[in-house]
């Protein structure tokens, strides 16, 4: 944790010429949490990355007199440019601020989720079980409104923040200000690493749903749908599908393949239920598969699809932030990777199990080209083997 108030416990240096800087009013900026900074030497002020989240191995600095950005370079696209233009450009609206008060506390510890990919709001937001399980300062969740449902009890406050994920980027001038306003209330506040893919003990203190049941017979296999990162027979760089049209007929060639699929599992496991769950009713499938997609989601619709998930012997996807609940809950998980995204391996994952030799038996990545047969007999052996498996391999 880094303490933020009374005074702001970092040692910040000038990116040009390493002299020590003075800090001034923090900046909650979407994936950054940031200090106004001045360096006394240079006589130049800057905006620079608190060590939380991403900027714990990639941190920033933007110079706001000539808008350059100082740093790693490593994810400067997604990090460096839109920050710049953030500040650059700050928004004059003000997202609301709601505040839930469950306990009184003079010191506390700020989980900042915001962000502008659902994934990193919901691994930020994980980070709250650790300082639960931890004791210490009452525990402050700052998140999006969408993703109240899965702030976890025992928190002291919940501050939820009317900010869609499209705007996560944005800098809002008037939300600094409601958040330093209600920081006043506190007599030391500290705030969180915030880590960007933390250890997960247990899922049901986020979505209060257990975890899948492998005692239970006719299992159910789930194929995890997302329209914008669609199942393609060879890879195509995810940008590819960023056109309305182009993603329309991603769409239909993934129904296609996912209904060959699922016709090759009933053939080999006649008694399983045939199930398509996530965001996304563009396309029809045939009546034998239970279609538990939703067209827009909310509290109840992702409840709903994480109970599918639970009850889900093997979940199948396409890499991605999809594919992070139905990991958690189903018994088995099958991570279908696109050629670019190797680097980002297990990211898209939330371990549940904690026998490594059982882990290799229910967290699976494939390339995302494999065959259907072959990826049918997979799903057949991890729907069917996982007793066996223990037997051998671990009992």
Known sequence: MIRIRPDLEAELRCPRCGSPQSGGALVWQGVHTAVRTRCHACAREFVTDL??????????????????????G??????????????????????????????ECAEVVVLNCLDFLYGHV????????????????????????????????GVAEVWSVDLPLRRGQHHFPALDAAIEAELGRFETVWLSEARSHPRLRDIRRFTRTEPHDFSGANPRITFVWRDDRPWWPWWVPGRFFRNRGVRKVGAWVQTARMVRLMRCVRRRLPEATCTVAGIGRKTRVPDWIEDRRVA????????????????????????????????????????????????NLAQDVLYQETDPRMASFRYRFLPIGVGIAELAGIIDRAASGSNAFRHRMVE
């Open 51 to 72: 060590p939380v989240s991403h900027a714990r191995h990639d941190p920033y600095t933007i110079d706001v007199t000539s808008w350059a950005w100082h740093g790693s």
């Open 296 to 343: 827009r989601p909310d509290d109840e619709a992702e409840r709903g699809l994480c109970q599918v998930y639970s009850e889900s012997r093997v979940v199948v996807g396409v890499h991605g932030s999809n594919m992070l609940l139905p990991s958690a809950h189903a018994g088995v998980s099958i991570d279908l990777m696109p050629a670019d995204r190797w680097g």
């Open 74 to 103: 490593r994810g400067a696209a997604w990090l460096a440019e839109p920050f710049v233009e953030a500040l650059r450009s700050p928004a004059a609206d003000a997202p609301s601020l709601q505040i839930e008060r469950m306990q």
């Open 122 to 153: 919901l691994l930020k937001l994980l980070n709250a079980e650790a300082h639960l399980l931890n004791g210490g300062p009452g525990l402050v969740v700052v998140i999006p409104r969408s993703f109240r449902w899965l702030v976890p009890d």
